[in-house]
């Protein structure tokens, strides 16, 4: 019996993270059992917060982080500071050429366009700010109707929940669509195989972030 | 102007929790902003790993958690052992009649149902392992046809994804439709509205828990 790759999956960690962007693929992925090692990184190691309260533990810092061969970085009002920050734009564009596959969800896009990395690529990202994040990438063509984008080795997902359906996509090319479509049965999910479907283009550019409450 | 009431949202964490199961809910609740403080909680406090490996951090233990408005109950292969915790049955005891809504998601309503809190009630769990999970509460009527079932302030969801869609049904009850609607268009989920709708009901007791990969 051959011994089987196990590949590791590295989800990046930054103040304020939307979490469905980063938990959603990971419940996903999560479902690989032995074939999959994931782990969690951020520019130091520790207790990061995500945008409603609740703190994850990164696993490693940048510089301590393993070789990684999927990527995962997710969106969220955390984004926008962060394109300033260059430890996670350089790391970034140290660890993305070595990865077989680097996703991202919703704004998290705005992030590998401003390190350059899309440049010359399709990509997508979240709709209510659509404009906003595509800013990051004026050399990018950015895609306003797809549930998420597969260019080469980068993959760019549409808003929070869209990360999923890429997700079991990218299990469906790396493990077998047998495998991604059990793992969508097991999670009690109605995976959307389609990336060109995207219900959600009507709220491109709509802005908003937060429901608004009654009195 | 009225002060707008904030609840408190405490989410358990135990380990070997499934990831969906918390962080679904957790998304479409996060987006309430100042309206729900979200709260996490374990038998103590500290990183808690969930089943893929992940750690998120419970900020209370059972001794120290303040009031909870509402409690989410996630599930997973960790729940099992729990069953035979006496502190977290005896945290939910505690907690539950004083909560507005109670929730779980998967086999997380075995815990509740340990607890004897489902007791004449209906509810519904996990369908890969819903008899297995039902075996917890002989004296309840589990429900094998639904997405999540409301029973009083009881709510049990089925597995996994079922989460969203019963968390985004509790937030159009308490904070109503639009503002539930408007989440699900901000997170790009397509929230499915009807309890009753289940397409995950043939896999009822299937058992199976990881997708079978190739050689």
Do not use: H
């Amino acid at each position: 019996m051959t011994q089987k790759k196990q590949r590791t999956l590295g989800a990046l960690l930054y103040p304020q993270f939307e979490l469905l962007d980063l938990y959603g693929p990971l419940e996903m992925f999560g479902c690989l059992g032995d074939a999959l090692k994931i782990v969690t990184v951020a520019e130091q190691a520790g207790p990061v917060r995500s945008f409603p309260g609740p703190n994850t533990v990164a696993e490693f810092s940048f510089a301590s982080a393993p070789q990684l061969d999927l990527i995962l970085v997710p969106g969220g009002v955390g984004t926008f500071p962060q394109l300033d920050n260059a430890a996670i734009l350089d790391f970034l564009r140290a660890r993305t050429p070595r990865a077989e596959i680097a996703m991202s969800v919703c704004t998290g896009a705005a992030l590998y366009a401003k390190a350059g990395l899309l440049d010359g690529r399709r990509a997508t990202t979240n709709k209510q700010f659509f404009t906003l994040t595509c800013a990051s990438g004026p050399n990018t063509q950015w895609i306003p109707e797809a549930r998420w984008v597969e260019d080469g080795s980068l993959v760019t997902s549409s808003g929070v929940s869209a990360g999923m359906d890429m997700a079991l996509a990218m299990i469906a090319k790396l493990w077998g669509p047998s495998v991604a479509q059990q793992i969508a049965d097991v999670t009690e999910y109605e995976w959307q195989t389609d990336p060109t479907r995207d219900p959600f283009t009507k709220f491109l550019d709509k802005g908003k972030f937060l429901p608004e409450l009654g009195a």
